[in-house]
């Protein structure tokens, strides 16, 4: 199934692969000779976008080396830039005390880049000052140190006000979301909240968490930080893993690859970010391109009794 491919869509003002690659806990929990393969074999699976991200700050602050190994890793591989598509990462813990432009420029410095062909602005706990916000990240971009950007989990009224802001000022709004969306959580990316924008084209979604951290990819319970919990509801999904299971099975693939078609057969869905920890895992994701092809419609209609965040706010709010 290796060769099957997926009509590429838009994220914003950048067409990109159906498939995408996270940094968190990847890259420095490979050995390098491993990471240069993935490298390699992300391009050849259509999966040539990685998220880099300097996991430093907030609930992140971890600081890991996994955007320093990406760096080496994708020199090492060969790979020419203009093969795929870099997507950075700008944390609103300490901004603007800490400023955009800082961020950036570290996170370039420590991967061994010149730019980043979007980025995505991270989620919050304080309230963002919108239009201060918006007028930074567009400064980065008449800098060329970016592209374009996103936002992650914001709530949507702060998502709305960035893109008002942006047209009343002449400036690049946010053009796609990063949202948590799979199999089991499904509030925000489906909602009536996000909805509109997806369906008038405003806002391309990125989905991300897809596996809730691999739950929803072993049955495991990892032994790594995964991601936030919203709603409290992850022992509800753990538990819907023996169900995802066994769909899987009758589609003949794997519970991940079935995660991943089940949110490629989203209209909105521009492409689909998960973690990769070795290249058997990312060819058996890719098998998710050929399953959607052929049969988007039946694995959504297989998985309609599965969403375990029917009374999760749908806005962001949490
Ligand atoms: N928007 C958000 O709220 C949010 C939250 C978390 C993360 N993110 C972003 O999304 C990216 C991915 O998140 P994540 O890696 O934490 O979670 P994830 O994509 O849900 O899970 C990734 C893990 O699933 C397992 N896996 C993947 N494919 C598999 C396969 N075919 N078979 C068995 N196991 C498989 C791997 O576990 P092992 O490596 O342990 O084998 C892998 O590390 C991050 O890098 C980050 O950029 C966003």
Same mark, same amino acid.
């Given at each position: 199934?290796?060769?099957?491919?997926?009509?590429?869509?838009?994220?914003?003002?950048?067409?990109?692969?159906?498939?995408? &690659?996270?940094?968190?806990?990847?890259?420095?929990?490979?050995?390098?000779?491993?990471?240069?393969?993935?490298?390699?074999?992300?391009?050849?699976?259509?999966?040539?976008?990685?998220?880099?991200?300097?996991?430093?700050?907030?609930?992140?602050?971890?600081?890991?080396?996994?955007? /320093?190994?990406?760096?080496?890793?994708?020199?090492?591989?060969?790979?020419?830039?203009?093969? /795929?598509?870099?997507?950075?990462?700008?944390?609103?813990?300490?901004?603007?005390?800490?400023?955009?432009?800082?961020?950036?420029?570290?996170?370039?410095?420590?991967?061994?880049?010149?730019?980043?062909?979007?980025?995505?602005?991270?989620?919050?706990?304080?309230?963002?000052?919108?239009?201060?916000?918006?007028?930074?990240?567009?400064? &980065?971009?008449?800098?060329?140190?970016?592209?374009?950007?996103? /936002?992650?989990?914001?709530?949507?009224?702060?998502?709305?006000?960035?893109?008002?802001?942006?047209?009343?000022?002449? &400036?690049? @709004?946010?053009?796609?979301?990063?949202?948590?969306?799979?199999?089991?959580?499904?509030?925000?990316?489906? @909602?009536?909240?996000?909805?509109?924008?997806?369906?008038?084209?405003?806002?391309?979604?990125?989905?991300?968490?897809?596996?809730?951290?691999?739950?929803?990819?072993?049955?495991?319970?990892?032994?790594?930080?995964?991601?936030?919990?919203?709603?409290?509801?992850?022992?509800?999904?753990?538990?819907?893993?023996?169900?995802?299971?066994?769909?899987?099975?009758?589609?003949?693939?794997?519970?991940?690859?079935?995660?991943?078609?089940?949110?490629?057969?989203?209209?909105?869905?521009?492409?689909? &970010?998960?973690?990769?920890?070795?290249?058997?895992?990312?060819?058996?994701?890719?098998?998710?391109?050929?399953?959607?092809?052929?049969? @988007?419609?039946?694995?959504?209609?297989?998985?309609?009794?599965?969403?375990?965040?029917?009374?999760?706010?749908?806005?962001?709010?949490?």
């Amino acid at each position: 199934m290796t060769d099957v491919t997926r009509p590429r869509r838009s994220l914003g003002e950048l067409v990109v692969p159906p498939l995408a &690659l996270g940094s968190w806990n990847t890259w420095d929990r490979m050995d390098p000779d491993a990471a240069v393969a993935m490298i390699r074999r992300a391009v050849e699976l259509d999966a040539g976008f990685f998220d880099v991200a300097y996991y430093n700050m907030g609930p992140h602050a971890e600081n890991s080396r996994t955007d /320093i190994l990406f760096g080496e890793a994708l020199r090492a591989s060969g790979v020419a830039r203009s093969e /795929i598509v870099l997507c950075g990462k700008l944390w609103l813990w300490d901004w603007p005390n800490q400023s955009f432009r800082a961020q950036l420029v570290e996170s370039l410095e420590r991967a061994g880049l010149d730019r980043f062909d979007t980025l995505v602005v991270g989620d919050y706990m304080a309230e963002p000052d919108v239009p201060r916000l918006v007028a930074d990240v567009n400064a &980065l971009i008449d800098e060329g140190l970016v592209g374009g950007w996103g /936002i992650n989990n914001w709530r949507i009224g702060h998502t709305r006000a960035a893109l008002e802001e942006a047209a009343a000022r002449g &400036l690049q @709004g946010p053009s796609f979301a990063q949202l948590k969306y799979g199999i089991a959580r499904r509030a925000m990316a489906e @909602g009536a909240a996000y909805g509109p924008l997806f369906s008038d084209g405003t806002l391309a979604l990125q989905a991300s968490d897809v596996f809730e951290g691999g739950i929803l990819a072993t049955g495991l319970e990892p032994q790594r930080k995964i991601g936030a919990d919203v709603g409290g509801i992850r022992e509800r999904i753990a538990a819907l893993y023996p169900e995802v299971e066994r769909i899987a099975g009758e589609f003949g693939v794997t519970p991940a690859a079935l995660g991943i078609a089940f949110c490629l057969a989203h209209p909105a869905v521009a492409n689909v &970010l998960f973690g990769a920890s070795r290249i058997s895992q990312l060819e058996q994701n890719h098998a998710a391109l050929a399953l959607v092809a052929e049969y @988007g419609a039946e694995v959504r209609e297989a998985l309609a009794g599965l969403q375990a965040d029917v009374e999760v706010r749908d806005d962001g709010a949490w």
